[in-house]
């Protein structure tokens, strides 16, 4: 296990009276963020279009998705 999932499933650690567990439907929501940000990262590598800035639409769209 590295690091990142290590967190993730640190963050989706939940504990109540008899035991603790992984809040499953929390750790998919953090891995999906994790990638959507990643992504956005990949789209923010290439240069904009002189005219208009079609990477900063792209990053920004893929990074909406977690709102909705």
């Known amino acids: 296990m590295n690091e990142r999932d ?7 650690w939940t504990e109540n009276d008899w035991d603790g ?10 891995v999906r963020a994790d990638e959507r940000e990643e992504c956005a990262k ?3 590598r ?16 893929i990074r909406a998705r977690g709102n909705t």
């Open 42 to 44: 990949v789209a923010e």
């Open 21 to 30: 567990h992984v809040d499953i439907p929390k750790l998919i929501q953090l």
């Open 6 to 12: 290590r967190e993730f499933a640190r963050q989706a």
């Open 46 to 61: 290439f240069e904009p279009d002189e005219k208009t800035s079609y990477v900063t639409y792209a990053s920004t769209a």
